[in-house]
T-cell receptor, first 111, second 113 residues
Framework: DAGITQSPRHKVTETGTPVTLRCHQTENHRYMYWYRQDPGHGLRLIHYSYGVKDTDKGEVSDGYSVSRSKTEDFLLTLESATSSQTSVYFC??????????FGQGTRLTVV | DQQVKQNSPSLSVQEGRISILNCDYTNSMFDYFLWYKKYPAEGPTFLISISSIKDKNEDGRFTVFLNKSAKHLSLHIVPSQPGDSAVYFCAASGPNTGNQFYFGTGTSLTVIP
């Protein structure tokens, strides 16, 4: 398995609170991604990074921000969590033109 | 707009038979296609890929076929085994995507013993 770790694995939070999910890799891959998985929607890209401090929006970026201050860490922040952000979040890593490897996922519930 | 589509949400197959999972895409610039397998409560795992310069790629029981003119790819699993029961996602990438991967909505495969 690729060296990719997500934390926490499970989280329950209240509406309106900030939440940060962490993705850590030991593979030194250039690209890192945050996806969310919802029934009927498959995997949708939230944000991705193509290098330290280089990030861009995906198709469902509203309400989310990211930061990448080191090659190995990619943080996803929900500034003010809403019930629509209840989902399973996956981090992935890849190099240019190669397959992506996924973490185990974080199940986030916003109540 | 969904650029990668899997129109069959589910598929059931008898053990030992062939499973065929289908995927369609709309962006003609995609040139790299992948299949992932996902078990419940786990992350997706990479299964097999194909680049647009090929029309077929095999890896053991898994074969991916690409029809560029129809913008269609398929995954064949022969013979199907109960352990193959999972959700399968197809994905696509291309030179104009910034190394982003676009995923379909998934097909849940059940292999019946």
């Amino acid at each position: 398995d690729a060296g990719i770790t997500q934390s926490p694995r499970h989280k329950v939070t209240e509406t309106g609170t900030p939440v940060t999910l962490r993705c850590h890799q030991t593979e030194n891959h250039r690209y890192m991604y945050w996806y969310r998985q919802d029934p009927g929607h498959g995997l949708r890209l939230i944000h991705y990074s193509y290098g330290v401090k280089d990030t861009d929006k995906g198709e469902v970026s509203d309400g989310y921000s990211v930061s990448r201050s080191k090659t190995e860490d990619f943080l996803l922040t929900l500034e003010s969590a809403t019930s629509s952000q209840t989902s399973v979040y996956f981090c992935a890593i890849s190099d240019l033109n190669t397959e992506a490897f996924f973490g185990q996922g974080t199940r986030l519930t916003v109540v | 707009d969904q650029q990668v589509k899997q129109n069959s949400p589910s598929l059931s197959v008898q053990e030992g038979r062939i499973s065929i999972l289908n995927c369609d895409y709309t962006n003609s610039m995609f040139d790299y296609f992948l299949w992932y397998k996902k078990y419940p409560a786990e992350g997706p795992t990479f299964l097999i890929s194909i680049s647009s310069i090929k029309d077929k790629n095999e890896d053991g029981r898994f074969t991916v076929f690409l029809n560029k003119s129809a913008k269609h790819l398929s995954l064949h699993i022969v013979p199907s085994q109960p352990g193959d029961s999972a959700v399968y996602f197809c994905a696509a990438s291309g030179p104009n995507t910034g190394n982003q991967f676009y995923f379909g909505t998934g097909t849940s495969l059940t292999v019946i013993p």
